[in-house]
């Protein structure tokens, strides 16, 4: 992984660019933290509490939860990326929230059955 490829410990001071103008992109350690104490990307989803695993993708590694139709925060994550991409006004993530509490939204086909009701 790239922790490890990095050597990236608690308390290192590192290197960031920014990738594609938004996305920060660690480069190297400048140096190490205090201790060496090095770490790695969570095995357990923090929303859920299921396992994780790591895509890579070019030069970049994503963390994904392993199920991610069955937690919550990746399906609302999934809505609320779908209604960024088609400008649906008023689908902010607290709204997205509470219609997939409610049930109104569980997928993103679901946006197109919603009533004024």
């Known amino acids: 992984s790239i922790f490890s490829?990095?050597?990236?410990?608690?308390?290192?001071r590192v290197e960031v660019t920014r990738r594609g103008g938004v996305i920060p992109m660690v480069e190297r350690v400048i140096?190490?933290?205090p201790g060496a104490i090095a770490?790695?990307?969570p095995s357990h989803c923090p929303?859920?509490?299921?396992?994780?695993?790591i895509n890579a993708e070019k030069e970049?590694?994503?963390?994904?939860?392993?199920?991610?139709?069955a937690c919550v925060q990746a399906r609302t994550a999934t809505l609320e990326h779908f209604a960024k991409v088609l400008?649906?006004?008023?689908?902010?993530?607290?709204?997205?929230?509470?219609?997939?509490?409610?049930?109104?939204?569980?997928?993103?086909?679901?946006?197109?059955?919603?009533t004024a009701e």
């Not at 929303?47 to 695993?53: D, N, P, Q, Y």
């Not at 970049?60 to 139709?69: G, K, Q």
């Open 47 to 53: 929303a859920c509490g299921r396992g994780t695993r």
């Open 87 to 114: 400008e649906l006004d008023g689908f902010g993530p607290k709204i997205i929230e509470l219609a997939h509490e409610a049930g109104f939204l569980r997928e993103p086909e679901d946006y197109f059955a919603l």
């Open 39 to 41: 770490f790695g990307p």
């Open 31 to 33: 140096v190490p933290g």
């Open 5 to 12: 490829r990095l050597g990236l410990t608690h308390g290192a």
């Open 60 to 69: 970049a590694e994503f963390l994904y939860c392993e199920d991610p139709s």
